[in-house]
C-alpha cells in the first residue's frame, strides 16, 4: 500500500534561517511526488512536484524540494525562511493504479516563523 | 482564470439531517474530485470523476454519502443523515483532462455536525 509519513507535527524556524519539513514515503514502483500549502481557511496551493529527473526540485515562492530514492524521502526546503511561510504543509504521493489520479497524502506539518 | 468554486463556505447542522455541498471546477477540466479533510489530518480522496463517470469511489461510504456531475461540469456531494465523525473540511480539486498529476483544489467547504 502506498503512503506517506510527515514525522514532525511542527518546525520552529527563525526568519531569515533555513528551514526543513520532513517526507518520507512507501510506494511501489517509481513515485510521483507533491508538496502543497494550506493557509487558514484556504484551500491546499500547489508548491512542486517530482516526477522524474532531476532529483532537486524548485517551486513556488523559494521553495526546493529533494528527492532521495535510497532514503525513500522527499524533503521540502527553503534557505531563508520568511513569516509569512507559516502555514500547514502536506507532503503526497500519486496513486499509480488504474487512471485514479487519487493523491495520498500526509497528515501535514505546521510551520511556525518566528520574527 | 477563475478557481476552483465552492459552496457554501461554512455549514453547521444535527446529527442525522441532511447537508449538500456544491463544486464548480475550472473551466475546461475533465476530472473533478471530492476530499474530505478530518483536523489533524491530510486529505482524503472520497471519489474522482472524470467527465460525468466515477472514476474512483473506493473511499465514499455509500451508506450516507453520495456524489453526482450530471453534465460533466459541476458537482454536487451529499451526506444523508450525517455523524458526528464526518465533521470535517470537503475539499474540490479539478484537473485537465490527462493531467491528474496536477490538481487545483478549492477553499472547501467546512462542516461542523452537532
Known amino acids: 500500500a502506498q503512503s506517506v509519513a510527515q514525522p514532525e507535527d511542527q518546525v520552529n524556524v527563525a526568519e531569515g534561517n533555513p528551514l526543513t519539513v520532513k517526507c518520507t514515503y512507501s510506494v511501489s514502483g517509481n513515485p510521483y511526488l507533491f508538496w502543497y500549502v494550506q493557509y487558514p481557511n484556504r484551500g491546499l496551493q500547489f508548491l512542486l512536484k517530482?516526477?522524474?529527473?532531476?532529483?532537486l526540485v524548485k517551486g513556488s515562492y523559494g521553495f526546493e524540494a529533494e528527492f532521495n530514492k535510497s532514503q525513500t524521502s522527499f524533503h521540502l526546503k527553503k534557505p531563508s525562511a520568511l513569516v509569512s511561510d507559516s502555514a500547514l504543509y502536506f507532503c503526497?504521493?500519486?496513486?499509480?493504479?488504474?487512471?485514479?489520479?487519487?493523491?495520498?497524502f500526509g497528515q501535514g506539518t505546521t510551520l511556525q516563523v518566528k520574527p | 482564470e477563475a478557481g476552483v468554486a465552492q459552496s457554501p463556505r461554512y455549514k453547521i447542522i444535527e446529527k442525522r439531517q441532511s447537508v449538500a455541498f456544491w463544486c464548480n471546477p475550472i473551466?475546461?477540466?475533465?476530472?473533478l474530485y471530492w476530499y474530505q479533510q478530518i483536523l489533524g489530518q491530510g486529505p482524503k480522496l472520497l471519489i474522482q470523476?472524470?467527465?460525468?463517470?466515477?472514476?474512483?469511489d473506493s473511499q465514499l461510504p455509500k451508506d450516507r454519502f453520495s456524489a453526482e456531475r450530471l453534465k460533466g461540469v459541476d458537482s454536487t456531494l451529499k451526506i444523508q443523515p450525517a455523524k458526528l465523525e464526518d465533521s470535517a473540511v470537503y475539499l474540490c480539486?479539478?484537473?485537465?483532462?490527462?493531467?491528474?498529476?496536477?490538481?487545483?483544489f478549492g477553499p472547501g467547504t467546512r462542516l461542523t455536525v452537532l
Open positions: 470523476f472524470q467527465n460525468n463517470g466515477v472514476v474512483d
Open positions: 517530482y516526477i522524474t529527473g532531476d532529483n
Open positions: 480539486a479539478s484537473s485537465p483532462w490527462g493531467r491528474t498529476d496536477t490538481q487545483y
Open positions: 503526497a504521493v500519486r496513486a499509480l493504479s488504474g487512471n485514479t489520479g487519487k493523491l495520498i
Open positions: 473551466s475546461g477540466h475533465a476530472t
